[in-house]
């Protein structure tokens, strides 16, 4: 069965202080893993595509990294405008996003 | 810029009542989906369009129906709401079926009494 898994469920953190959030996936045949953004009350919101293991994108003091069974967000020197809930998907076999439960990031002045 | 707009944003409904909750986009945007979101459970797909015209099951079909007459709006209705749908709904898009990249909409909290 097609599964994407986080972790942790939440984290605080305080401001500055680096950390990584995890994404594990099941899905049979990888064609991407995708991470969002969602603030409370908020649609998510697109943030990376990665395809191939070892491949990384950044944005600002995100980094999101992929191996052949998971995904890391790393999250270097956060501020509290990083709190938010950060979800990873992957498609299933018919091209439609299993979307993880998430990670609710909390950074702390 | 619009993107996807969702309504009503919130709306309480009693048991055994119908509602539709409207979703429009307006990046001409041929894939458009309907996920709910619950605590501990995440987004889960509902129903889903790859084009204007044609629509497909998600995970949790049951209970929902969608249309898409044109390539714009993509309706959801309950035809007859129970308490389990009690839940937050997202519309989505994306320019075709085999992108991840989501466009979501910022939601509607539908609670059934």
């Known amino acids: 069965e097609d599964q994407v898994t986080q972790s942790p469920e939440a984290l605080r953190l305080q401001e500055g202080e680096s950390s990584s959030l995890n994404c594990s996936y099941t899905?049979?045949?990888?064609?991407?893993l995708f991470w969002y953004r969602q603030d409370p009350g908020k649609g998510p919101e697109f943030l990376f595509t990665?395809?191939?293991a070892g491949e990384e994108k950044e944005k600002e003091r995100l980094k999101a990294t992929l191996t052949k069974k998971e995904s890391f967000l790393h999250i270097t020197a956060p501020k509290p405008e990083d709190s938010a809930t950060y979800l990873c998907?992957?498609?299933?076999?018919?091209?439609?996003?299993?979307f993880g439960t998430g990670t609710r990031l909390q950074v702390f002045p | 810029t619009a993107g996807i707009t969702q309504a009503p944003t919130s709306q309480i409904l009693a048991a055994g009542r119908s509602m539709t909750l409207r979703c429009t986009q307006d990046?001409?945007?041929?894939?458009m989906y309907w996920y709910r979101q619950d605590l501990g459970l995440g987004l889960r797909l509902i129903h889903y369009?790859?084009?204007?015209?044609?629509?497909g099951k998600g995970e949790v079909p049951d209970g929902y129906s969608v249309s898409r007459a044109n390539t714009d709006d993509f309706p959801l209705t309950l035809a007859s709401a129970v308490p389990s749908q009690t839940s937050v709904y997202f519309c989505?898009?994306?320019?075709?079926?085999?992108?991840?990249?989501?466009?979501f909409g910022e939601g509607s909290r539908l609670t059934v009494l």
């Open positions: 989505a898009s994306s320019p075709d079926r085999t992108t991840g990249e989501l466009f």
């Open positions: 899905v049979s045949g990888l064609r991407g």
């Open positions: 990665l395809y191939s």
């Open positions: 998907a992957g498609p299933d076999n018919t091209d439609k996003l299993i």
């Open positions: 990046m001409r945007h041929n894939a």
């Open positions: 369009s790859n084009t204007a015209g044609t629509t």
